[in-house]
């Protein structure tokens, strides 16, 4: 299986707001509603954004928010801080009990 | 509060194998699945397998079928990652992580561990 296909990288402004793409096929992102994202700082641990498409843990901004359509998982953060820049991987679930990982997309705050 | 504590760092040959520990704390450890996940030097995540901490049951990537084996004890809250018959390729940074939304990765991760592979 190849992973979910990301941009490399992605950037805004403070304020600004910046959407991820994420694709895949019928077999993963389009066929379940089992899209979780991942924010990993240089060197630490990744940490969960969202999960099932659009729902998030406790503790993390309502600025993150994600949805699906087709084929297509996007996570989109509101109100960019330098803080959310990072990389960000999304996940899906692809069958029979297994998951797959996007390549990842590098979040630049100019 | 929940937290995930790897063993350390190790170095091992090609053809060698590692097991890797994740002890957690502050939540009922049968409660929730473990998953491993990976990342090889500069690249990206790479979900590895899941283990229900409840019943032992397993599932593992195809790609490692035959390689890996993920194990719990549950008298200890920890869990283990075994593989075998490394190979350079296997040289990487290894995560587990509770898995309390079933989202392929987890809400809580430990440290990471690295393996790396050389002759």
């Known amino acids: 299986q190849s992973a979910l296909t990301q941009p490399r990288s992605v950037s805004g402004s403070p304020g600004q707001s910046v959407t991820i793409s994420c694709t895949g096929t019928?077999?993963?992102?389009?066929?379940?509603?089992?899209v979780s994202w991942y924010q990993q700082q240089p060197g630490k641990a990744p940490k969960l954004m969202i999960y099932?498409?659009?729902k998030r843990p406790s503790g993390v901004p309502d600025r993150f928010s994600g949805s699906k359509s087709g084929n297509t998982a996007s996570l989109t953060i509101s109100g960019l801080q330098a803080e959310d820049e990072a990389d960000y991987y999304c996940?899906?679930?692809?069958?029979?009990?297994?998951?797959?990982f996007g390549a990842g997309t590098k979040v630049t705050v100019l | 509060q929940v937290q995930l504590v790897q063993s350390g760092a190790e170095v091992k040959k090609p053809g060698a194998s590692v097991k890797v520990s994740c002890k957690a704390s502050?939540?009922?450890?049968?409660?929730?699945?473990v998953t491993w996940v990976r990342q090889a030097p500069g690249q990206g995540l790479e979900w590895m397998g899941w283990?229900?901490?409840?019943?032992?049951?397993?599932n593992y990537a195809q790609k490692l079928q035959g390689r890996v084996t993920l194990t719990t004890d549950t008298s200890s809250n920890t869990a283990y990652m075994e593989l075998r018959s490394l190979r350079s390729d296997d040289t990487a940074v290894y995560y587990c992580?509770?898995?309390?939304?079933?989202?392929?990765?987890?809400?809580?991760w430990g440290q990471g561990t690295l393996v790396a592979v050389s002759s």
């Open positions: 992580a509770r898995d309390r939304y079933s989202s392929g990765g987890g809400d809580s």
């Open positions: 502050g939540y009922t450890f049968p409660s929730y699945g």
């Open positions: 283990i229900s901490a409840h019943n032992g049951n397993t």
């Open positions: 019928g077999s993963d992102v389009g066929g379940y509603d089992y």
């Open positions: 099932d498409v659009s």
């Open positions: 996940c899906s679930y692809a069958g029979t009990y297994t998951y797959l």
